[in-house]
């Protein structure tokens, strides 16, 4: 999907939601585990309930891993079902140079067609260019993210710049606003509206908002810009708002919500 795609969307649909597959076998309501692929059963109900409020899906890789060789064939049927139009990002934080590299772009852009993948930048260009030399794929660069280590090094000083903001900087001018976003934390919110300042054209993807505590009005008052520009990440809050028969609808209440919320924010942006 090519950026022009993606901000018709946001427009069509109000939203800027993305919501997380980030599917645990132990968090699935009981009655889906006699399924033939209860990860895939879930995943589809709630694609199903959710597929015309948001514009994004994020599949954290790790918890399809996990299972082997079948977690990889439910993650294929998975994104397999996503509608078109619907922008896919692969949550799988590569980080390795040259040849390495290419083979994880080709992993999550052609085996598995994904839109985009979170790419680890600490090992430099090398680790980043390889996934930029796909024709409408997205690298998504991790920036400045919500975990209690981020201080470690992410919020420390070179110089006068904090670090996140040089490895932002000089990463934008590896790729272009067309091929490359940046993870930005949803509990980072006081630090966005500077990296709006920096970046006024990329798109950020911004995990943490809902389960983990970041304010979806301080985000979009803060990073949204004319074409929108963010898309706000919910995994918990959505797809585990209910944990019974009717999880799908309590998903899709939860991803209302936020849609509607986003609509209002968006009125004034774009």
């Not at 597959?21 to 132990?26: A, C, M, R």
Request: charged residues 20%.
């Amino acid at each position: 999907m090519n950026r022009q795609e993606l901000v018709n969307t946001i427009r069509e649909k109000k939203s800027y939601l993305c919501v997380g597959l980030d599917t645990d076998i132990s968090k699935i309501p009981k009655h889906l585990l006699s399924h033939a692929d209860p990860v895939f059963a879930f995943n589809k109900a709630i694609i199903d309930a959710t597929k015309d409020l948001c514009v994004a899906y994020k599949i954290n890789t790790a918890f399809y891993e996990s299972l082997g060789i079948r977690g990889w064939e439910t993650l294929q049927r998975t994104v397999e079902y996503i509608p078109k139009g619907i922008f896919t990002i692969a949550d799988a934080k590569r980080g390795d140079i040259g040849n390495t590299a290419t083979q994880y772009a080709k992993t999550f852009y052609e085996t598995y067609a994904f839109d985009s993948v979170t790419v680890a930048p600490y090992m430099g260009k090398d680790s980043v260019t390889p996934f930029l030399e796909f024709n409408q794929k997205w690298a998504i660069v991790l920036g400045l993210t919500s975990n209690e280590g981020s201080k470690d090094f992410q919020l420390q000083k070179v110089g006068n710049t904090y670090l996140y903001e040089k490895v932002m900087k000089t990463c934008a001018s590896w790729g272009t606003v067309e091929n490359m976003m940046f993870v930005v934390g949803a509990t980072q919110a006081d630090s966005i509206g500077h990296i709006r300042s920096f970046l006024p054209d990329h798109f950020f993807l911004v995990p943490g908002v809902g389960a983990q505590g970041g304010s979806l009005k301080d985000i979009s008052e803060k990073g949204l810009n004319k074409d929108g520009g963010l898309l706000v990440n919910a995994s918990r809050a959505v797809i585990y708002a209910g944990n019974d028969e009717n999880f799908a609808e309590d998903a899709r209440n939860s991803a209302m919500k936020y849609q509607a919320e986003m609509g209002m924010y968006l009125g004034n942006a774009i």
